[in-house]
């Protein structure tokens, strides 16, 4: 035990630049290691997450020996996957002057067990969610529900409560496939600073709290879910006119097993996937490959985001307009990254199997190679929103409310189109609204009742938190969302400001606290951002000059906009209740 305490010390001591998303250099002040997440770019706050060391366990002995070692020398510690999909500052240990240390499961990833008897499938912490559903199509057999993008990691995806979309069985949440967890607690001086637990449903308290823990339980080593024998899909997205979406939201969003919905309100469009299981002897080989998803040159994505730069500095929005429209039709005609045979689309329906059509990726597998500097920088191959490469940059808002009042909030956004037409164009050119299904949860930090989250991305600026061009209505969107209809933020996404008051919002936060209590009293997985949005200290809104186009508050005064740049505190449009930061005319601006 001790010896392996040391190696590990010695190890991350020694690593220079292991992960695109971890940077460690003796440069770095305040701290040996700097962490971002997968855009690679600033955090929400636009202050940096520095750390003492990072650990690289690569089995459960390892993992427990770096917990012990952060428990024994008081280090706040928090656990990473490799990619760190996280858009918030969940990831990140730093609490005062305790900058903490990191665990990173890039290298925990041996073990994918599939167990044929009890139709069950055990991974480590860092087993990416490609792999496992891949280990699992070749015993036969099929993980339900996943997250749209597979370049998480299997215990990343459960912990934020990342989610797919359906309202039938139970539902579009990953966490409720769980059967089984083990995580790695702190312990006493005598038990060596740390200790695995092992969870499963017959001891509902715990399990419903480490269903979806935001990694403040401890740090989980394996994760078992129930997996189901293989079967096949049938994909057939269709764009419908969205004059009555109001009236058939629901019966729609019921109506296909793991049906969602991207809603282009300029466009007066919405288009339904029907996306139903089929049996397993329906002839298709189909595939899922998004192009958004896929490696692209450096150059390319630079391209594109100065066009969408050029386009916010002269707010344009006949391009938005245009693009809106581009969108749209990109998600049916083309196929939208549906392949029949696996190399070409010639129609829909596009049927194949299960892992092969339920998630999407590709561009992941470019962050290992991105500390590789040989290729010219434009030759390089990035995600589209890797911010090294000037790539796309945004806010990602995904709240979700009852089923029950999504009709009334797509009243609101007409509401609002009718009064600007434009509203909204930007934010459909970015891809809509995106509407997926979860069921209420048996998690404690879980949904509460039947859910659609409601997603979309805004602008960001690169150099500071700066109003963009369409702030006033994404801000009331978001508003809307979150006051108007008590909408729940999804845990891994999301401006800060929008953790405010959760309590009340998630299934059982005092039960989950209870649990937390007993599996880590001291706190050392929890940090000052968690502590934060979990309501026990500190505040997730500041109240700064421009808070509000950061996403660090609601406005209440004109300095939370950017009153030289002519945006001031006003109430929003069709959400009077709402503070959005609006360009006025009557501004003091130069
Ligand atoms: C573990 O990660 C390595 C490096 O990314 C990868 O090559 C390997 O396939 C992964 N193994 C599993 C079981 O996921
Ligand atoms: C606005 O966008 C349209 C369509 O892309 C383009 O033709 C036009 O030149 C742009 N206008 C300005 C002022 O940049
Ligand atoms: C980087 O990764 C991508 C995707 O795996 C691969 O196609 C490409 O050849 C790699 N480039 C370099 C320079 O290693």
């Not at 925990?108 to 044929?116: G, I, K, Q, R």
């Not at 529900?145 to 597979?150: E, L």
């Not at 079967?231 to 049906?259: C, I, Q, T």
């Not at 299934?507 to 599996?519: I, Y």
Request: aromatic share 10%; glycine share 8%.
């Amino acid at each position: 035990m001790f010896l392996s305490l040391l190696l590990l010390a010695t190890l991350s001591g020694e690593i220079s630049s292991a992960e695109a998303t971890i940077e460690c250099a003796s440069s770095i002040s305040g701290g040996s290691c700097e962490l971002h997440n997968y855009f690679r770019g600033p955090w929400p706050d636009r202050k940096p997450c520095r750390v003492a060391r990072v650990f690289f366990p690569t089995s459960e002995p390892e993992l427990v020996a770096a917990v012990a070692f952060a428990v024994r020398h008081k280090h706040k510690v928090k656990v990473v996957s490799k990619n760190v999909h996280s858009h918030n500052k969940i990831a990140c240990p730093n609490d005062g002057s305790n900058p903490g240390v990191l665990i990173s499961t890039s290298k925990y990833n041996s073990t994918v067990v599939v167990d044929e008897k009890s139709m069950t499938v055990i991974a480590d912490a860092g087993v990416g969610l490609r792999e496992l559903i891949d280990q699992a199509a070749s015993k036969g057999f099929a993980l339900v529900q996943t997250t749209f993008w597979d370049g998480v990691s299997v215990s990343g995806m459960v912990s934020t409560g990342a989610h797919g979309s359906s309202l039938w069985g139970l539902g579009g949440g990953t966490h409720e496939y769980l059967v089984g967890m083990r995580i790695v607690v702190p312990a006493s001086q005598e038990e060596g600073f740390a200790k695995v637990v092992t969870l499963t449903d017959r001891e509902p308290e715990s399990f419903n709290a480490a269903r979806i823990s935001l990694g403040v339980l401890g740090a989980v080593s394996q994760v078992t879910f129930a997996v189901e024998p293989m079967f096949k899909r049938s994909v057939a997205p269709v764009a419908m006119d969205d004059a009555s979406l109001e009236e058939e939201y629901v019966d729609l969003a019921r109506r296909h097993e793991f049906g969602d919905m991207y809603w282009f309100p300029s466009v007066k469009k919405f288009v339904l996937k029907r996306d139903d299981r089929v049996p397993v002897t329906r002839t298709g080989e189909g595939v899922f490959t998004l192009a958004g998803f896929k490696p692209v040159k450096a150059s390319a994505a630079k391209r594109a985001r100065l066009d969408d730069e050029r386009a916010q500095a002269t707010v344009n929005s006949t391009y938005y307009c245009e693009n809106a429209h581009v969108t749209m039709r990109s998600k049916v005609s083309s196929g939208s990254g549906y392949l029949n045979d696996g190399s070409s689309f010639t129609g829909f329906p596009v049927v194949g199997f299960n892992h092969k059509l339920q998630t999407t990726g590709g561009c992941q597998y470019t962050y290992e190679n991105l500390t590789n500097l040989e290729l010219p920088e434009a030759e390089r191959l990035v995600c589209a929103w890797d911010f090294n490469a000037h790539g796309f940059f945004g806010f990602d808002v995904s709240i979700s409310i009852a089923l029950s009042q999504v009709s009334s909030f797509i009243r609101d956004v007409k509401a609002i189109l009718a009064r600007d037409p434009t509203a909204m164009c930007a934010i459909d050119t970015y891809g809509g609204l995106w509407l997926r299904n979860v069921r209420a949860s048996r998690a404690y930090l879980g949904e509460k009742r039947d859910v659609t989250h409601v997603e979309f991305f805004a602008f960001n600026h690169r150099d500071s938190a700066r109003p963009q061009a369409y702030e006033a209505i994404m801000e009331e969107l978001e508003q809307i969302l979150l006051f108007k209809y008590d909408g729940m933020p999804h845990l891994g996404k999301n401006r800060p400001h929008t953790f405010k008051n959760i309590r009340s919002k998630t299934r059982n936060l005092a039960k989950f606290l209870e649990v937390r209590r007993k599996m880590d009293p001291d706190g050392w997985f929890s940090s000052e951002w968690s502590d934060a949005v979990l309501g026990i200290r500190g505040s997730v809104v500041s109240s700064s000059d421009g808070c509000a186009p950061g996403g660090l508050c609601v406005c209440s005064e004109d300095r939370h906009c950017a009153p030289e740049e002519g945006y001031l505190c006003k109430p929003g449009i069709v959400y009077k209740e709402a503070r959005v930061c609006t360009k006025t005319s009557h501004s003091t601006a130069k």
